[in-house]
């Protein structure tokens, strides 16, 4: 079965420095998505991604988050300045027509 | 609004049988079921989509009833690896969209 696949698996950051979450989606998925998880809790939202730009974001990702696809196979999220707050599981997605979305294996982000 | 899911959580003996609920308060487009088990991703179990029929995987099976904005998921002759906790995502508009996601079912098989 196809893959998502995030790097790293695990990033260890002090407050304030800028981290890059990587994922390269399944190759001809159109819709690519960032969830957080924090520890114990739901999976949230935080934007999805078609056609080259945002196509809805959540109240979470605010102005230090963005994301981009800056080739044709990787997809990434920025944090500016990280906040103790983002420590989390961050996982990226892809679907395609079919609705399903994939979740990669997530990356373990602690802010210290 | 995220849905509702209930039970929070569920214990069980191997072979036995459990049903979880997702409720919405909002007009459904799809409902996604997950399995997640403790420091991994979710696992996708099925979709069910709005008009669409029953769906079924193995032992697990799931319905839509669009009158009542409600999913269920029937996890039958549960096994050991059923453990886990499961989540609903939802979606309001047509696919493509963002997953909301419940608060999750804690699913506890012991043998």
């Known amino acids: 079965e196809p893959e998502v696949t995030q790097t790293p698996s695990h990033q260890v950051t002090q407050m304030g420095q800028e981290v890059i979450l990587r994922c390269v989606p399944i190759?001809?998925?159109?819709?690519f998505y960032w969830y957080r998880q924090i520890l114990g809790q739901k999976v949230e939202f935080l934007v999805s991604?078609?056609?080259?730009?945002?196509?809805?974001k959540s109240e979470i990702f605010d102005d230090q988050f963005s994301v981009e696809r800056p080739d044709g196979s990787n997809f990434t999220l920025k944090i500016r300045s990280t906040k103790l707050e983002d420590s989390a599981m961050y996982f990226c997605?892809?679907?395609?027509?079919?609705?399903?979305?994939?979740f990669g294996p997530g990356t373990r982000l602690t802010v210290l | 609004q995220q849905p509702v899911q209930s039970p929070q959580a569920v214990i069980l003996r191997e072979g036995e049988d459990a049903v979880i609920n997702c409720s919405s308060s909002?007009?459904?487009?799809?409902v996604h079921w997950y399995r997640q088990k403790h420091g991994e991703a979710p696992v996708f179990l099925m979709i069910?989509?709005?008009?669409?029929e029953q769906k079924g995987h193995e032992k697990i099976s799931a319905s839509f009833n669009e009158k009542k904005q409600q999913s269920s998921l029937y996890l039958t002759a549960s096994q050991l690896s059923y453990s886990g906790t499961y989540f609903c995502?939802?979606?309001?508009?047509?696919?493509?969209?963002?997953?909301?996601f419940g608060e999750g079912t804690q699913l506890t098989v012991n043998p």
């Open positions: 909002k007009a459904l487009y799809s």
């Open positions: 997605a892809s679907s395609s027509r079919e609705w399903r979305q994939f």
């Open positions: 069910l989509l709005k008009g669409g």
């Open positions: 190759s001809n998925h159109l819709y």
């Open positions: 995502g939802t979606e309001w508009q047509t696919s493509g969209s963002r997953l909301t």
């Open positions: 991604f078609y056609n080259n730009e945002i196509s809805e």
